[in-house]
């Protein structure tokens, strides 16, 4: 079983949903939990950025972390053209940045 | 504004060949990484430094060397390159020891022949 799993998709929803893209892992020492979002041809960049279990939220963002279910999920609510990209998840067990691990990512597309 | 920048943007080279791929950041950080990433594998780390002269090694980090001699360059080197280091690489920069956020660059494509 790989460390952290991410369906690549694509995922395909109309503009205004809500999405939902979710991670699962397998190191029950993960404690700090990230998503990131690339856009084509270009680095990735931090969208949130948790802690832990529980709940965070950032405008249309809000992102989810279980770990009893080592299960973590991010929300867009009110999703744009513009939020098409591919989403990465990224994990790791201390505040370490070279421990980080990345899961492979899913595309997202919007349909206007 | 503060930048991370990578250069080449596409290079490609054939195998044997030595190859350097160049990152550079206006941020001040000390930290600074070097991953690849590839479909099926997401980004791998290859090397990292937290500070001037200090490198280590990453999960895939055979076949390349880092050094770093000031705060703003992290130049990757692939030794004698190969038809599987074939990937796309991108460099990144943080502030501190902590999960701090990874600042990413443009990445630089390099095909190995």
């Known amino acids: 079983q790989k460390e952290v799993e991410q369906d690549p998709g694509p995922l395909s929803v109309p503009e205004g949903a809500i999405v939902s893209l979710n991670c699962t892992y397998s190191?029950?020492?993960?404690?700090?939990f990230m998503w990131y979002r690339q856009y084509s041809r270009k680095g990735p960049e931090l969208l949130m950025y948790t802690y832990s279990s529980g709940n965070k939220e950032d405008g249309r963002f809000t992102a989810q972390v279980d770990k009893s279910s080592k299960y973590i999920s991010l929300f867009i609510r009110d999703s744009q053209p513009s939020d098409s990209a591919t989403y990465l998840c990224a994990m790791s067990p201390s505040n370490r940045d070279d421990k980080i691990i990345f899961g492979k990512g899913t595309r997202l597309h919007i349909l206007p | 504004d503060a930048e991370i920048t990578q250069s080449p943007r596409h290079k490609i080279t054939e195998t044997g060949r030595q190859v350097t791929l160049a990152c550079h950041q206006t941020w001040n950080h000390n930290n600074m990484f070097w991953y690849r990433q590839d479909l099926g594998h997401g980004l791998r780390l290859i090397h990292y430094?937290?500070?001037?002269?200090?490198?280590n090694k990453g999960e895939v980090s055979d076949g390349y060397s880092v050094s770093r001699s000031n705060t703003e360059d992290l130049p990757l080197t692939l030794e004698s390159a190969a038809s599987s280091q074939t990937s796309v690489y991108f460099c990144?920069?943080?502030?501190?020891?902590?999960?701090?956020?990874?600042?990413f660059g443009p990445g630089t494509r390099l095909t190995v022949l």
């Open positions: 430094s937290y500070g001037v002269q200090d490198t």
């Open positions: 990144a920069s943080s502030e501190g020891t902590g999960t701090d956020t990874q600042y």
């Open positions: 190191n029950s020492a993960f404690q700090y």
